[in-house]
């Protein structure tokens, strides 16, 4: 019976926690939504996509670390029943990609 309460706590902890903003990949999002814009309405896009990358990329972090807190203190990671930010991190993450395309087609600089 330890065993597997070991177990299911060692799956928790390996499965269950929030991942960093850097090891999540950026969803596929197509730069050609952004073929109509000139350098400076993309540059104005690409601040807007990094202001909110930057504003899920620290909420997720902050998940990411209540979770070690929470598997250190409890052996229960807070984000499995809380939730995380990391479907917003690989949104933006897309969107910043697919800006940068679009500024390097139109030859922005």
Same mark, same amino acid.
């Given at each position: 019976m330890r065993k597997i309460i070991a177990l299911l706590l060692l799956s928790l902890f390996i499965f269950g926690c929030a991942n960093r903003p850097e090891s999540i990949s950026a969803s596929y999002i197509s730069h050609e939504r952004y073929d109509g814009l000139n350098c400076s309405q993309l540059n104005a896009k690409m601040s807007d996509a990094r202001a909110e990358l930057t504003k899920f990329s620290d909420k997720q972090d902050a998940k990411a670390t209540g979770d070690a807190v929470g598997v250190a203190l409890v052996l229960i990671p807070v984000s499995q029943f809380t939730g995380d930010y990391e479907a917003e991190v690989a $949104?933006?993450?897309?969107?910043?990609?697919?800006?940068?395309?679009?500024?390097? $087609?139109n030859k922005c600089k």
């Amino acid at each position: 019976m330890r065993k597997i309460i070991a177990l299911l706590l060692l799956s928790l902890f390996i499965f269950g926690c929030a991942n960093r903003p850097e090891s999540i990949s950026a969803s596929y999002i197509s730069h050609e939504r952004y073929d109509g814009l000139n350098c400076s309405q993309l540059n104005a896009k690409m601040s807007d996509a990094r202001a909110e990358l930057t504003k899920f990329s620290d909420k997720q972090d902050a998940k990411a670390t209540g979770d070690a807190v929470g598997v250190a203190l409890v052996l229960i990671p807070v984000s499995q029943f809380t939730g995380d930010y990391e479907a917003e991190v690989a $949104k933006w993450k897309g969107v910043v990609e697919a800006i940068e395309t679009a500024q390097i $087609k139109n030859k922005c600089k």
